[in-house]
């Protein structure tokens, strides 16, 4: 059988933690920042966990799940 082959986009897009955990990128922070306050842009900087919903679909995705520094 051949491989599973990763999805690339999806790769750059999810980070593994060591714990298995996948995380994203928050959204909200890509454009139109001149109208944001600077404290709502703080809230939205970093990454949040990804929900339940979707989680399935991502590990389809990422066939080769690994903890990712």
């Known amino acids: ?3 599973m ?6 790769a750059k897009r999810y980070k593994v933690t060591a714990t298995g955990k996948i995380q994203r990128r ?3 922070k890509g454009h139109l920042l001149a109208h944001k306050s600077p404290a709502r842009k703080n809230r939205i900087t ?3 966990e990804v929900c339940d919903k979707n ?3 991502i590990t389809k995705e990422l ?3 690994k903890y990712s520094r």
Request: glycine letters at 10%; charged letters at 20%; aromatic letters at 4%.
């Open 55 to 57: 989680l399935d679909l």
């Open 26 to 28: 928050q959204a909200g």
């Open 46 to 48: 970093g990454m949040v």
């Open 5 to 10: 082959k990763t999805h690339r986009s999806a």
């Open 1 to 3: 059988m051949p491989k």
């Open 63 to 65: 066939p080769y799940m």
